[in-house]
């Protein structure tokens, strides 16, 4: 029988992995640079915190969810997003409670959605995201925003565009509902099964179905920012202005209105604009969340935070056609004839390792010629040779795989001879 890796899922190769660490450092750095901290919670939760907070009326609870019953018999669900279990540790650990306000988190890790597999949609991926827990200031939504456009340009992408919108507070929401079900409800019976229920549950939903897309009534359905009251709007403009101080050019889409149940206010994804990139090009989503740690049993918190999968952000990359230059590459190889060399050649490679040199050697009992081809694969910056001479003499010789010079090196002094080159 053969095994094949899951539908949807990918194993990440060596010849990918490292850009991955990349990624990861990126983002790393740039969260110290903002001040966010790393916080981990479990890849699977109790299902009912993802119906509260995501939505029962969701395409990701009704559709996408990895969800088991597990031998205590409680419905578990592999997590399809970050935010509700970051917002659910924030309330179980008393966050709210620490001196330093707002809590700023950062995660990275696998999120799992049963979703059609194509392009740039996995069922299992990536997601890097942060989560700023406790401050409504607008300054923070331009922070935010402005983190993960740092990361995409710090990975050296260009062709981004930030969409912007705003969902307004509950009573904005509450006018514009009623808007849509006024709208929809005279031909709610030309739409799919799916739109029929979220009429009453939630109608925002409809406008972004994928079966109904194209329905005239999609198009002329009432918009957000015309139920907007007056503090919601203020609001909007503010984050505007900061975003526009910090030197961060956006887009506003009024259509915009993210696929999970919890945003309130700001609303933004970023996209790319690679002509190489695929259908989707959405890189990024985020937006605000007041009422969110009220909704799972915790006090007042606002909070605003964003993810992207790394998955999307290096398709991005191959879009533009760009990569990272510092491929790691090998300081040293060590090239060894006969057995007893083998032997010295063993101790030096660990030697080199000891006092951080990046160094390795062959273990395939290969020719000389195949071992040099090997430094030459590896990108080896020296190559020690060491044969029957080399041993019996108590030297190495040296080879710059640069400018192709060779030199003779006692082996007592080889070690430090190599770290000076490698300075
Ligand atoms: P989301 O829009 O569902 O939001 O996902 C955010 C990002 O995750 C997407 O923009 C995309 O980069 C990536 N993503 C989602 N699904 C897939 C998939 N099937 N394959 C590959 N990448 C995918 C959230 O998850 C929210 N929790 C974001 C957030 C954090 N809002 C506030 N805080």
Known sequence: MNFKVPRGTQDILPAQSWKWQRVEAIMRDICELYRYKEIRTPIFEQTE?????????????QKEMYTFTD?????????????????????????????????????????????????????????????????????????VISLAMEVYKRAG????????????????????????VAHFRPHIGEFCKDCQSRLEKNPLRILDCKVDRDHPLMASAPSLPDYLNVPSKLYFNQVQSFLEDAGIEYEIDPNLVRGLDYYNHTAFEIMSTS???????????????????????????????????IERLLLALDAEEKSFEDEPSLDVYVVTLGEEA?????????????????????????????????????????????????????????????D???EQVAATAIAGKIKELLK
């Open 404 to 406: 192709g010079t060779q």
């Open 71 to 143: 031998r205590g018999d409680r419905s578990m669900t592999l997590r399809p997003e970050g935010t509700a279990p970051v917002v659910r540790s924030f309330v179980e650990n008393k966050m709210f409670g620490y001196a330093d306000q707002p809590v700023k988190l950062y995660y990275s890790g696998p999120m799992f959605r049963y979703e059609r597999q194509q392009a740039g949609r996995y069922r299992q991926f990536v997601q890097f995201g942060v989560e700023a827990i406790g401050s409504d200031d607008p300054a923070i939504d331009a922070e």
């Open 342 to 402: 083998h032997r010295k050649g063993f101790q030096l490679l660990q030697q080199l390792r000891k006092e951080g040199v990046k160094a390795d050697m062959d273990f395939m009992d290969r020719k000389m010629k195949a071992q040099m081809k090997s430094a030459d694969r590896h990108e080896a910056k020296l190559v020690c040779i060491i044969a029957e001479d080399e041993v019996a003499q108590g030297v190495v010789q040296l080879k710059n795989m640069g």
């Open 157 to 180: 992408l260009s062709d981004l565009k930030l969409v912007l919108n705003s969902l307004g507070d509950a009573e904005s929401r509450t006018a514009h509902r009623e808007a849509l």
């Open 275 to 309: 002509k190489g990139f695929g259908a989707i090009t959405t890189l990024c989503g985020g937006g605000r969340y007041n009422g969110l740690s009220e909704e799972i049993g915790g006090p007042n918190a606002p909070g605003i935070g964003f993810a992207m999968s």
């Open 49 to 61: 915190l993802f119906l509260r907070t995501v939505g029962d009326t969701t395409d990701i609870v």
